[in-house]
Structures are given as C-alpha cells and as structure tokens.
C-alpha cells in the first residue's frame, strides 16, 4: 500500500485551483476521499483518475464542420 494521500490544500495545489474546489468535489461525492479522524484525505490516484475523466481532448481540425464526431 504505497498510496500517498493528500491533504485537501494539496489537491487544489495540484489542481490550480482554490481549496473551495476540491472541498466541494468531496461534498458532491465526485471524488474519492478518506476520513482520518476528522480530517480528510484524498488519494493521489483519485486526483489522477479525476483529471484523466474530465480531460477533453482537441477535435480534429475539420471535423466540426463536417459533423463528424472525432
């Protein structure tokens, strides 16, 4: 068990972003969180796996005016 977990500071560092973020990813259950105590920890692979599911990646060049889905 070599998983490293986050505090949620780390997370919006990791992310660019403000701690409201990932406080409100927790709150919505989009992200996997643990509960230590009364803290709460993120694991590494969960940021991971969050970036990975809402990356978008680029259309191909064309393909929107043609309507074909890339």
Do not use: C, W
Not at 2 to 13: C, G, I, P, T
Not at 18 to 47: C, M, Q
């Amino acid at each position: 068990m070599n998983e490293r977990y986050l505090s949620v500071d780390q997370v919006a560092e990791v992310l660019g972003t403000t701690v409201r973020f990932p406080r409100r990813l927790i709150e919505e259950r989009r992200i996997t969180y643990v509960k230590v105590g009364r803290h709460v920890r993120i694991p590494e692979s969960a940021v991971r796996e969050f970036i990975e599911a809402n990356t978008v990646q680029p259309r191909r060049r064309g393909a929107a005016l043609r309507g074909v889905a890339a």
